[in-house]
Structure formats: structure tokens, C-alpha cells
């Protein structure tokens, strides 16, 4: 840990030139599981081709040292987060003669949003920034810089006295949480935010997605106006940090304790990500830890 050294003219580090990943391996009873670590791998380079960059390493190579982290450090469970970013080198706004460098940890993190928000479900703002443009920067890249956007939603949202913010779109209608996208459900049908929505298209919404019409309730894509959120029947936000958790509250509107088709959806998906499913190993990244002695 005290080797990490970051020069203090890093280029990513003035300008934000990084793209990054937010993972989770999860305890089974077969040892840690990556979740849909080649997905991740997959978005991370795609991130990295809009902003111009090229990974230092191949994705083999990157999944090979999130194993060996993992199995070092001995977890069972964790957090992942690997960066590609623009390092030290000339100073300015063109930084194609900076190197591209990358770096993963890995860490102990429970749900980012509490656990006992995934039980009873949390406060939700609809905040007054808006959702960046796709005709100012690519919302479909997990970059660093461009989460000063969410920042700012955030920060209003918790000092409002919430837990989560929910961004509109330019157009005003929804597009995700500060760290989530965001799921609607009335009269038992169940409706996202589309790609075309400025919306990251996030792995574990993919995941919700398949998992729902699994359950034989599809999921449409299409534009969410904001007053469906305060008549929904259900509200819930899937992220990898803050997993699956119900909306209870938005906008001093109340939804309600979690609905059952959240729960339906919840339960599968806890099930999936704890190796708890057979239908959905093929989303697990297996890690081989040694044996203790």
C-alpha cells in the first residue's frame, strides 16, 4: 500500500482524464465471485475508447491481478475498483502525449447506500442539477471527470435532508441516481429509462433487466416523466455499490415500504450475486483463494 504513489502533476488528477469500474466480489459457498467481471472489463475499455485512450493492458492481464488481490488480501467479499487514467506528462488540455496508466484496489465495502436501506428502502430527491448532455461530454462512459455531476446531486440531496438524488434529463424526464439507474413500476408493469435518456447503461441494470423478464415481467425501455415517480406503485435504484435498493420516499411524496415485485426482483438477484443460482452462475468470475493452513 505505502509503494501507490501518484505524481501530483497527474494529468487525470487537474483535468479528470480517468475511466473507472465499480465491482463486487461476493462470499459463496464455493469461495469469492466476481460479478460480471468481464462485463465490467468489457464497459471499462469501451469507457476509455471515448475518451481516446487505450488500455495499458489487456483485459486478461486485468482480471488476472483482481484475482491475485483478492487471494492476497484474503477476502471473502469486497469492493473493486479499477482506473485507467492519463499520468504525469505535459500539462494542458491536449493529453495524448501522457501516458495511460492503470491501477486496481480492492477493499471491504458494504452497501453503499446501508443495508437497512435495502430492507425499508430510503429518502429520495429529485435534484435541481440536471443530468449531463450527450452533446457535451459521453454519459455512457464511466469517466471520472464527469461525475462532478453527481457530486453536486449528492451533495444537495444530503444536505436537503435525503439519502439518493434522482437526476432529469435536459428535457426533464428521469434519468438515474446519483450512483444508480432507476426502476418505476405501476399496475404491475415495470419501466426504465432508456439508453437515449443521457442514463450510464449500468451492469446491473442490465442484470434486473434479464432477471425480471426471467420472472415473466419484462421490462420497458422509454422515457420516465418525473410525476411517474411520485405515482408509482414501486420505486427501486440497482448500482453496483448500492446493489438493489427500494425508493420509499421522493420528494416528501411517499411510495411506500417495499412493493412485492421489488422484492420478488431483489430476492433473485440477492440469490444471483451470492452464487445462490444456478441460472445465473455464468455471471460469476470465480476466484481461487488458497487454503488457510
Request: hydrophobic share 35%.
Amino acid at each position: 500500500w505505502e509503494d501507490a504513489k501518484v505524481h501530483v502533476l497527474t494529468h487525470a488528477l487537474h483535468y479528470g482524464t480517468s475511466v473507472f469500474e465499480g465491482e463486487r466480489a461476493y462470499e459463496t459457498s464455493r469461495g469469492p465471485a466476481i460479478f460480471r467481471h468481464d462485463d465490467h472489463l468489457q464497459r471499462m475499455e469501451n469507457s476509455a475508447k471515448l475518451y481516446y485512450m487505450d488500455l495499458p493492458f489487456s483485459k486478461e492481464q486485468l482480471r488476472e491481478a483482481t484475482h491475485e488481490l483478492i487471494a492476497r488480501n484474503g477476502f471473502s467479499s469486497c469492493y473493486i475498483r479499477p482506473l485507467i487514467y492519463r499520468g504525469h506528462g505535459p500539462m494542458g488540455l491536449d493529453p495524448e502525449d501522457n501516458p495511460v496508466e492503470a491501477m486496481i484496489a480492492v477493499w471491504e465495502w458494504g452497501a453503499y447506500l446501508g443495508e437497512e436501506a435495502k430492507r425499508t428502502g430510503v429518502r429520495a430527491k429529485v435534484s435541481s442539477w440536471r443530468r449531463i448532455s450527450p452533446q457535451s461530454l459521453q454519459p455512457h462512459s464511466k469517466a471520472g471527470g464527469q461525475y462532478l455531476n453527481s457530486v453536486l446531486a449528492k451533495i444537495e440531496s444530503k444536505r436537503a435532508g435525503y439519502e439518493e438524488a434522482i437526476l432529469l434529463d435536459e428535457q426533464g424526464h428521469v434519468c438515474e441516481g446519483s450512483g444508480e439507474n432507476v426502476f418505476v413500476i405501476k399496475d404491475g408493469q415495470i419501466a426504465t429509462p432508456g439508453q437515449t435518456s443521457s442514463i450510464l447503461d449500468g451492469i446491473s441494470r442490465k442484470s434486473v433487466m434479464e432477471i425480471s423478464a426471467d420472472l415473466g415481467r419484462p421490462v420497458v425501455e422509454r422515457d420516465v416523466a418525473r410525476a411517474e415517480l411520485a405515482l408509482a406503485d414501486e420505486v427501486f435504484l440497482v448500482g453496483t455499490a448500492a446493489e438493489l435498493t427500494p425508493v420509499r420516499e421522493i420528494d416528501d411524496i411517499e411510495i411506500g415500504p417495499p412493493g412485492p415485485l421489488t422484492r420478488e426482483i431483489q430476492s433473485v438477484y440477492e440469490d444471483a450475486l451470492h452464487g445462490r443460482s444456478p441460472r445465473y452462475e455464468k455471471w460469476l468470475d470465480r476466484v481461487a483463494v488458497p487454503s488457510k493452513a
